[in-house]
């Protein structure tokens, strides 16, 4: 399951803690304090790289969840919780809110991280009286340094934008992918292959051509990835890659272990890390990569347990990816965290004996025993049915997905959902499409319950080691991680522009 035997990381060294003034503040705690922002100016610059990893959609619960089910199966825990053993490593909780909402986007929430201003759900790094900011991987590139962008999802969805691109709204992602050229983002990995294939975009234009003439190698698969060339002292255009391995999203690592096709044309996020953590050290002035475990909000979406934590455990392969890149090295930020809550997934038990049909729960670690057996998501599941699909069809591919073997009248509740029968099933309306309906019986099962299928306003988790991260203490707001890292680097921050008429 793990590039990284987690027994060993736990004899891994991380770097050490640094000393910090106690009257050091970041900047949005004391606006418009001249010397705040002294204080701040003499510590920065003391960070050559900074490497930003999301979890995207990652409540609490499902970070535990993870944490349970490998210390059930494997002995040990995630490496994201491990760090917090580790000297040197700082914990917080982020609150997620954007300028629209308590409740934000993933626009919003990456826009916050990029320019350093919270802005309104939808929007890619605009604020709400119409002016754009700079994301800080222009920044990044202005000062000489490289950057990158790791994703799960299209490379031009919105967590990815967030730190490269400005767009009055998240859904603009052909034009997106383009600003990734212009902006001249040095590794782009992840999925979105419509908005750079001429014959998938609607202006026909091949960017993929684009971007080859501007010197980017080009990878469809995880052979031509993993085989691509690193080139050369420094990062130049030679060592450039736009590697993109789905039309849409990165398949979910349940279905992509399934299916040796994927298995062999997809890379893993872990993969996708690595190779960027490779090309990108290349620069002796220092880079900007931000990985994104996408899925994990997708799966939350549709509450699918699966899908969820089997993607999370993908995401914290990548943490340790970026753990070993670090090890011996002084000169790197890592932050970790995710942009918002998602559904709030909760193993729930108070003992006794188990009933499917809605008696008390029973021994909580069956759940993770359970999940040992899913080999496919509920997408996986329910792409395979429709509206026209027996009862027995049903049962026997919910059987083939996870080993779970729904009783009649669950499968009868879950083809009504599939013919969109308008009787009553669920009192709570926003769980009766079909994947919902069947993540509410699968819970039947593994004594895992979800509060909805949105994002929350739940304070996330948040972790950070290396020059620069003493700041991240307490609660802290999501736009100061945009100062946390522009003054970790020693960037240069712009002004805004004018507002747009």
Known sequence: MSLLNRRSFLRTGLIGSLTIPASLRLASAAPGSQEADRRLAREAGRAKNVIFLVSDGMSLGTLTLAERHLRRQEGQGTHWLQLYSRPGVRRALMDTSSASSLVTDSAAASSAWGCGVKVANGAINYAADGRPYDPILRLARAAGKSTGLVSTAQ?????????????????????????????????????????FDPALRKDKR?????????????????????????????????????????????????????????????????????????R???????????????????????????????????FDDAVAEVVRFVEGRDDTLVIITSDHGNANPGLNGTGGSFDSRGGSYGDTQSCFDRLVQFKQTNSWIVAGLDKDSSLAQIRDRVREANGIALLEDEADLFRRALRKDPSPREAY??????IVTLGQLIANYTSVGWTGTQHTTDYTELAAFGPGSEPIQGLVQNNDLFHVMTHALGLAVPQPAKKVA
């Open 280 to 314: 990108l050290a290349l620069n002796p002035r220092g880079f900007v990569l931000q990985i994104e475990g996408a899925r994990v909000d997708h799966a939350a979406h549709a509450n699918d347990l699966g899908g969820l934590i089997f993607d999370q455990l993908a």
């Open 206 to 278: 091949d960017l993929y051509a684009d971007f080859a003439r501007a010197g980017y190698q080009l990878a469809r698969t995880r052979e031509q990835l993993l085989a691509a060339p690193v080139e050369g002292s420094t990062l130049g255009s030679a060592s450039r890659i736009l590697g993109t391995f789905a039309d849409g999203h990165v398949p979910y690592t349940l279905d992509h272990r399934a299916d040796a096709t994927l298995r062999t044309e997809v890379p893993t996020l872990a993969e996708m890390s690595r190779a960027a953590l490779h």
């Open 429 to 434: 309306r926003v769980r009766n499409t079909p």
């Open 155 to 195: 490379i031009t969805h919105a967590t990815p934008a967030g730190f490269a691109a400005q767009a009055t709204a998240r859904s603009e992602e052909t034009e997106i992918a383009v600003q990734y050229l212009e902006e001249e983002v040095d590794v782009l990995l992840g999925g979105g292959v419509k908005f």
